[in-house]
């Protein structure tokens, strides 16, 4: 490893960041081509701002001229509390239980990024944490901080899938860390648990048929046989990650606290949720990933879930396929 690169990785672990690697900046053209034939079966559903100049995602040199490098972070959020399946309650995506990641991790992305500029005069950086034209997960291969696994989340072999990503694009140029390799081999776990099967070949994700997306991205009413297979989730999903044996291998709690579970998130109790004016609901998720939804989808994915179970699709309301272990 050079002086910088270790300088580099010194310091963002001084910051925080769970993992951290160097990628030479450049086109992606395998993962282009991958993204595109994604566009082009329309698994982005309604996103799409996913389609918007997908060349420029894939390639960073278009979004900051003189690039050279792309630096990788991961941040690990797993606390090792459980949904306790109660009645009447609801359950929301692990990464949702505590504060929002976006300013979490941008914020240490800022520091990081801060230390550059002054390290390397003259030089130009750009930070992203899930919300600019970047391929974050491809990177994170490039990288070497995991692999995406085959249901289209990063897998580190050290901590597992429990992570959040950022990079910085820098025209200074570190060494490069050698991408991380496929560890899936023969395991299809996450393909069969899928509740929705949304995850339609390896590595495939179809949007419009994952909670994740539906529970959060989509606007509007969600109708259908799919409604049968919420299995009380009412904001994004984890039963692919639940299921992956790298998580159950080697999760690791979080040494940072703002991820806990708030008081309430870990079995919200849908009447009450349910019943939350739009003050209730700001003030609850003030700071938290589940504003997102806003108030109307929250209020849908309880009413969907609040429904006992069309008995034809033979789905008991309580015990729905697709409950993680």
Same mark, same amino acid.
């Given at each position: ?6 300088? @580099? +990785?010194?310091?963002?672990?001084? @910051? ?26 329309? %698994? ?37 509390? =459980? ?9 929301? #995506? ?28 003259? #030089? ?13 997960? #491809? ?16 897998? !580190? ?12 694009? !820098? ?9 991380? !390799? ?12 899928? &509740? ?5 070949? &390896? %590595? ?8 994740? %997306?539906? !529970? ?32 159950? +291998?080697?999760? =690791? ?12 998130? @870990?079995?919200?109790? @849908? ?11 700001? =003030?609850?998720?003030?700071? #938290? ?25 033979? =789905? ?10």
């Amino acid at each position: 490893m050079s002086e910088s690169s270790g300088l @580099l +990785k010194k310091k963002a672990a001084e @910051l925080g960041f769970s993992k951290v690697g160097v990628a030479a900046a450049g086109a992606l053209a395998e993962e282009g081509r991958k993204l595109n034939a994604w566009l082009n079966r329309g %698994y982005h559903a309604s996103m799409s701002w996913m389609a918007r100049d997908p060349a420029k995602r894939a390639d960073p040199r278009r979004v900051l001229e003189g690039v050279r490098s792309v630096i990788s972070v991961a941040v690990n959020y797993y606390t090792p509390e =459980k949904h306790p399946r109660q009645t009447g309650t609801g359950k929301i #995506s692990r990464y949702a239980w505590g504060d929002d990641y976006h300013e979490i991790v941008t914020a240490r992305l800022d520091e990081l990024q801060q230390w550059l500029l002054e390290n390397y005069p003259g #030089s130009n950086a750009r930070r992203y944490v899930d919300t600019g034209p970047v391929m974050e997960k #491809s990177w994170a291969q490039r990288a070497g901080i995991g692999w995406l696994g085959k249901h289209a989340n990063i897998i !580190t072999q050290d901590i597992g899938s429990w992570v959040f990503l950022g990079e910085i694009l !820098t025209t200074v140029e570190f060494e490069a860390d050698l991408p991380a !390799t496929d560890h899936c081999g023969t395991c299809s776990l996450c393909i069969e648990a899928c &509740p929705t099967h949304a995850i339609v070949e &390896p %590595y495939v994700v179809d949007s419009g048929r994952c909670l994740s %997306y539906l !529970t959060i991205e989509h606007r509007g009413p969600i109708t259908g046989g799919i409604v049968n297979d919420f299995d009380d989730w009412i904001y994004g999903c984890d039963v692919c990650q639940d299921v992956c044996p790298w998580n159950e +291998k080697f999760a =690791k709690p979080s040494n940072d606290d703002r991820f806990a579970p708030r008081s309430g998130n @870990l079995a919200p109790v @849908l009447e009450e949720w349910g019943g939350m004016d739009q003050a209730e609901f700001s =003030k609850r998720f003030k700071g #938290s990933p589940v504003k997102r939804t806003k108030l109307a989808g929250l209020k849908r994915n309880i009413d969907i879930v609040k429904v006992p179970a069309d008995p034809r699709a033979g =789905k008991p309301a309580s015990h729905r396929k697709g409950h993680a272990p």
